[in-house]
């Protein structure tokens, strides 16, 4: 069974990089065909897609994001990372980790974590 488990920091100011972590559990991150994906949910933008790193180090942005997300992995932790520069003031938003099949089909997610932007 695979399991996911997202962390961050919780609060964040408009001028700091955002920087989330998952966790995941029952099978490593370099297992074959499986990317680990990032999307975003809130009230006014409803559900986002963010980045995704392939288990052999492939990286996938959304257009509008590219220039400000970084993903990355350290397999020796089985962790995978989204850093965020420049958020949104004001924002609240659920950040979701999942494990991608493939074609942006996620059979596995996290929980989630709830940023707050604050000025």
């Known amino acids: 069974q695979v399991q996911l488990q997202e962390s961050g920091p919780g609060l964040v100011k408009p001028s700091q990089t955002l920087s989330l972590t998952c966790t995941v559990s029952?099978?490593?991150?370099?297992?074959?065909?499986?990317?680990w994906t990032w999307v975003r949910q809130s009230p006014s933008k409803g559900r986002e897609w963010m980045a995704q790193i392939a288990y052999n180090g492939w990286t996938d942005y959304t257009p509008a994001l590219k220039s400000r997300n970084s993903i990355s992995m350290d397999t020796s932790k089985n962790q995978f990372t989204l850093r965020l520069s420049s958020v949104a003031p004001g924002a609240t938003e659920i950040y979701f980790c999942g494990r991608d099949t493939g074609n942006r089909f996620l059979d596995y997610w996290g929980q989630g974590t709830q940023v707050i932007v604050y000025s």
């Open positions: 029952g099978g490593p991150i370099t297992t074959s065909s499986y990317g």
